[in-house]
């Protein structure tokens, strides 16, 4: 019998975003945006996500005066901006049907408020897009990864401000007005629901900003705004580009009861609903009645303007994405259990899954359970946006770089895919992995959380010759597309 392959036209390809990849962050014309000063912080427990990501005003500051770009490694990021044609040629040789990258807001309106958009960075994006079409990749475009400009959290305090929404929309007109013939299919926010994990890379959000008000009033405020911003941007993509295909974009973390008690189980379902209720708003165009109940019960009150629910309710996504790293599981007691802190949110280790040196539990299976779960509840197609190893890679003597782990990652994670496709009925557009060339980790801001099938030569610090290497899992990768899955 021959060996098993993914649906005809399956998009295959990779994933970064111009915050982790780009640098050349201070040039042509590009405002500073939230992510160039944040900084890393090598001392730090790899693990400790949160002390990674904690931000206050003063070090905003800091930042402003700093040209030490040793310190804000997304500033230099992977050089894409100056090596994006050798970059997409390498995507080209490993046969990408599809590049997902996003634009850099501060790139089109340096200090997000702006009149008039920036030509210099339009035009940067029009030849990225055309590189693209001349290796007959099809971008996949997220409008804001972490991309706020700076100006917007200091000004108007990020999304929190109702303002941003109009700002918002100026940009996402001008870019699909610029792009209507290049970019077919589009995301709104990247991992929506990552407000709640990073308020500052995601929602421009710093809590010092806001003294006396209830800081998880202040990010669901300023989600609400991104739902109807996402809504306003569905609008305007499909009036502009008919035919086009915009998606919502959250982490799917998956949760597992630690044990059959029926406490557990309440308790990992209530951590799947926490997760669900930033698609559920974006997929069905409302609330869902349980995040509603949170709010009560919790005294937060978001303000709305009397147009907002026809707006979400009008203009849902057509597609669903996500991202997926890992599983975890939860108890409605952790006493005595073993904690990881796992990529942003405390779980219990689960003692079936080995994990990656960040501890994110390896789990090839929950990507299917994943995939049926977001399938059966939403009954849009999916797009798997996100997935890989973060892995410190070294470099042998004779310039190769064997990364086995990583090839066994993804090919355990293809064949559950698969499956669902085939066994569970789901529908799946496509596939990029994560940081396809190696980029600056979002979480701990460090390059040496290597993620691609291409290694650049860079270190924690930005020094380097930023020299692309094809990695072992690059020839593995290519073969894989090449024989749609067959080769697996
Ligand atoms: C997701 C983000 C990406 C990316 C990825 C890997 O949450 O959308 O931007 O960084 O996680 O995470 P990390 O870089 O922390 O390893």
């Keep these: 019998m021959p060996n ?36 890393h912080h090598l001392d730090v427990d790899v693990t400790d996500y949160r002390k990674h990501n904690e931000i206050t005003t003063r070090d905003v500051e800091e930042a402003l005066k700093s040209d030490d770009d040793s310190l804000y490694p997304k500033r230099h990021g992977s050089q894409f901006y100056h090596h994006y044609k050798e970059d997409i040629a390498m995507f080209a040789e490993m046969g990408f049907k599809v590049y997902r990258l996003s634009i850099a807001w501060s790139r089109i309106f340096p200090n997000g408020d702006d009149r008039e958009p920036n030509e210099e960075g339009l035009k940067f994006y029009d030849n990225v897009f055309d590189e693209c079409k001349k290796h007959g990749i099809e971008p996949l475009v997220t409008m804001s990864h972490y991309e706020p400009p700076i ?21 996402v007109r001008t870019i699909c007005t610029r792009y209507r013939d290049k970019v077919r299919y589009w995301l709104t926010f990247n991992e929506v629901d990552s407000m709640i994990r990073h308020p500052y890379t995601t929602g421009g959000l710093i809590e010092d900003r806001f003294q006396g008000k209830l800081w998880e009033e202040v990010i669901f405020q300023a989600m609400h705004h991104q739902f109807v911003a996402s809504a ?47 698609s559920d708003t974006q997929v069905f165009g409302e609330y869902p009645s349980y995040l509603l109940a949170r709010f009560r019960n919790k005294g937060i009150n978001i303000r709305k303007e009397p147009q907002d629910d026809e707006i979400m309710k009008s203009y849902p996504v057509d597609f669903v994405s996500f991202s997926y790293y890992m599983s975890s599981c939860t108890a409605a007691s952790t006493e005595g259990l073993d904690v990881t802190a796992g990529n942003t949110v405390i779980a219990i280790k689960n003692p079936y899954l080995p994990s990656s040196d960040w501890g994110w539990q390896i789990d090839p299976i929950g990507l299917r359970i994943s995939m049926v779960d977001l399938y059966d509840r939403y009954r849009k197609p999916l797009f798997i946006v996100e997935n890989g190893l973060g892995a410190r890679d070294t470099v042998n003597e004779d310039g190769t ?59 924690d610090h930005g020094n380097g010759t930023y020299r692309r290497i094809p990695k072992k899992s690059f020839h593995w990768y290519k073969k894989v597309i090449e024989s749609n899955g067959e080769f697996l």
């Design 4 to 39: 098993r392959r993914f649906p005809e036209g399956f998009l295959w390809g990779g994933a970064t975003a111009a915050n982790q990849v780009e640098g050349g962050w201070n040039e042509g014309g590009k405002g500073i945006s939230v992510s160039d000063c944040a900084r």
């Design 151 to 171: 100006n917007l959290t200091l000004n108007y305090d990020g999304w929190y401000s109702r303002e941003v929404i109009g700002f918002f929309e100026n940009y």
């Design 232 to 278: 306003l941007a569905t609008k305007i993509c499909h009036e502009i580009i008919p035919g086009s295909k915009v998606g919502c974009m959250l982490t799917k973390l998956t949760y597992y009861p630690y044990t059959c008690k029926p406490e557990d189980v309440l308790k990992s379902q209530q951590d799947m609903r926490a997760l669900y209720c930033y």
């Design 401 to 459: 770089i064997d990364d086995q782990y990583r090839i066994d990652y993804f090919d355990a994670h293809f064949r559950t895919m698969l499956d669902a496709i085939e066994y569970d009925g789901v529908e799946c557009m496509g596939y990029t992995s994560w940081g396809c060339i190696d980029l600056v980790s979002e979480s701990t801001k460090q390059m040496s959380k290597r993620y691609g099938f291409i290694y650049v030569d860079c270190d």
